[in-house]
């Protein structure tokens, strides 16, 4: 059975400060797939990015970045600067190569304060 | 404009009165899945569909139906509604099981 960890529930950190929201995950597949989702306070969900289990490289996507590590089961997610409209709730999730399932962690709510 | 599209986007029931929610993409995409949302347990996954008439248990799938009978078309069917049932429901579309999600704009049920 696959399983995510978000084990942080809730950071609050001041603008312009760097956070990392960290994603534990368990499965006994060896090819899986990895994704971050945002979820503003507006309720939409928004992708942010995807990763397979192949490909342990770091992403960078202009203050966003994702560390993935094999060795760890982890794929934790940095805001460098943050700002106000990165408060949210962010989900990590994890399908495993037999299409279909999906399980999402129980999201990290972070407010970033002005 | 890409969309999945649900309806209702607020509903208040009462027990056992059998409701549908409806979720639409325009997308082509194989692949669509509904979830519910409850707080702090994250987005649980109810059924999925890999394509028409390919339907799949997640892991909250008691007290749910589902069909499939196009490839735009996912509807969830509460056959007789309880309050655990009170929460926000999500449907999502991929071009493949493994993909990205697209999203709905949620469905938010309260069952008196």
């Known amino acids: 059975a696959q399983k995510v960890t978000q084990a942080q529930t809730e950071i609050s950190v001041v603008e312009k400060e760097d956070v990392t929201l960290d994603c534990v995950y368990e499965?006994?597949?060896?090819?899986?797939?990895l994704f971050w989702y945002k979820q503003p306070p507006s309720g939409e969900l928004v992708f942010l990015i995807r990763?397979?289990?192949?490909?342990?490289q770091n992403e960078i996507s202009g203050r966003y970045s994702w560390n993935f590590q094999k060795s760890t089961s982890s794929f934790n997610f940095t805001i460098t600067a943050s700002q106000v409209v990165d408060s949210a709730v962010y989900f990590c999730?994890?399908?495993?190569?037999?299409?279909?399932?999906?399980?999402f962690g129980d999201g990290t709510t972070l407010t970033v304060k002005p | 404009e890409a969309q999945v599209t649900q309806n209702p986007r607020y509903l208040i029931t009462v027990t056992g009165k059998k409701l549908t929610v409806t979720c639409s993409q325009n997308?082509?995409?194989?692949?669509m899945s509904w979830y519910r949302q409850d707080p702090g347990l994250g987005l649980r996954q109810i059924y999925y569909?890999?394509?028409?008439?390919?339907?799949d248990k997640g892991d909250v799938p008691e007290g749910y139906k589902v069909s499939r009978k196009e490839k735009r078309n996912f509807p969830l069917i509460l056959e007789s509604p309880s309050p655990n049932q009170t929460s926000l429901y999500f449907c999502?579309?991929?071009?493949?099981?493994?993909?990205?999600?697209?999203f709905g704009e949620g469905s938010r049920l309260t069952v008196l």
């Open positions: 999502a579309s991929s071009p493949g099981g493994t993909g990205e999600l697209f």
């Open positions: 999730a994890l399908s495993e190569s037999r299409a279909g399932k999906s399980t």
């Open positions: 569909s890999m394509n028409v008439e390919v339907t």
């Open positions: 997308m082509n995409h194989e692949y």
């Open positions: 990763r397979n289990s192949f490909d342990e």
């Open positions: 499965t006994r597949d060896t090819t899986y797939y």
